[in-house]
Nanobody, 120 residues
Framework: VQLQASGGGLVQTGGSLRLSCVAS????????MGWFRQSPGKEREFVAA???????????DSRDFKRDRFTISIDNAKNTVYLKMNSLNPEDTAVYYC???????????WGQGTQVTVSS
């Protein structure tokens, strides 16, 4: 499975971005896809994940992560997962990676990452 992430860029505080991740290669009928991010000097952290039917979703649950700002969705027909990010702030600056797998949370296959930079 190959994952191609896109949609990152430079945005001002309060702005929005939508990340996309297209999967190609092996196609399973049931799978999970998700997003992780890694900021400079920090470990990679979970952001959100979703199952292939779109019915099961999970978001990071931490004091520093305001989950209402982010929405994960999936287009199974296009093998694409999206991450809509609103009200971005500089703490969201990171390389965002998509992942896919047969187990929860997905981690078997990884994309190359897309850089998100939020300026203050």
């Amino acid at each position: 499975v190959q994952l191609q992430a896109s949609g990152g860029g430079l945005v001002q505080t309060g702005g929005s971005l939508r990340l996309s991740c297209v999967a190609s290669g092996r196609t399973d009928s049931s799978y999970f896809m998700g997003w992780f991010r890694q900021s400079p000097g920090k470990e990679r952290e979970f952001v959100a994940a979703i199952d292939s039917s779109g019915t099961k979703k999970s978001y990071a649950d931490s004091r520093d992560f305001k989950r209402d700002r982010f929405t994960i969705s999936i287009d199974n027909a296009k093998n694409t997962v999206y991450l809509k990010m609103n009200s971005l702030n500089p703490e969201d600056t990171a390389v965002y990676y998509c992942a896919r797998g047969s187990r929860w949370p997905p981690s078997e296959y990884w994309g190359q990452g897309t850089q998100v930079t939020v300026s203050s």
